[in-house]
């Protein structure tokens, strides 16, 4: 059939660049579709969740557009995190999220590790903006990722709301958000950890560069 969608995982067999292009234009319209599904939900809960589906269905499809346009084995991070948080900033209005990007322009990732580093963003992303402040105070967030000496990285997440509850493990499993947090976290091979900043919540993830999902070598 000519019209069927093709999906594929980066770095798994990596098809050729305009199958990438031809992926992330099913994957924009997938979202697309989502987002109008979310206009017509009852209920915000519903809504907000069909918004946040859209905006990481789109994450990936920027990740493939952007290995239609370059190097199949290095993903370019800084405009990789710039992407996904437009993406997921799709899913709030205007002026209830500030997100700022610090990044060094020459850092890379291969595929496979990009892709689990933005489904990482896309779900602490979606926690900060739904719990950081209960008021609906705009929520200010800082992001980046940093080479180390060893040649690994240390991914970190910021944003400035009221932080974990009192007696809350993170680690505990208690929670769906940080299951998944915890799950890509090991996809990537990361050593991570919260900390409670005061005024905000501080996430960090380290971890080795080349590797692939599920702790297979580069």
Not at 49 to 64: K, M, P, S
Request: with cysteine; hydrophobic share 40%.
């Amino acid at each position: 059939m000519s019209n069927m969608i093709q999906f594929a995982v980066p770095g798994k067999h990596p098809p050729d660049k305009e199958a990438d292009h031809r992926i992330a234009n099913s994957l924009s319209a997938i979202s697309g579709l989502v987002r109008m599904k979310a206009s017509h939900a009852n209920g915000e809960d519903i809504r907000q969740t069909l918004l946040d589906v859209a905006g990481r269905i789109e994450a990936v499809a920027r990740l493939h557009r952007m290995l239609a346009h370059a190097s199949r084995t290095a993903v370019p991070l800084r405009q990789f995190l710039r992407d996904v948080c437009a993406a997921m900033k799709t899913t709030v209005a205007d002026g209830l999220v500030k997100i700022t990007v610090s990044c060094a322009d020459e850092l890379t990732l291969p595929p496979q590790q990009a892709l689990w580093l933005g489904l990482l963003i896309a779900e602490l992303l979606s926690n900060s903006i739904k719990y950081a402040h209960p008021t609906g105070l705009p929520t200010i967030i800082t992001l980046g990722c940093d080479r180390e000496h060893d040649g690994s990285f240390t991914f970190w997440f910021e944003d400035d709301g009221i932080g974990l509850p009192e007696n809350f493990d993170p680690t505990s499993g208690d929670s769906l958000g940080m299951k998944i947090v915890q799950s890509l976290s090991q996809q990537l091979c990361g050593q991570f950890e919260w900390q409670d900043i005061g005024i905000g919540l501080r996430f960090t993830c380290r971890f080795p560069a080349g590797m692939r999902a599920g702790g297979d070598g580069p």
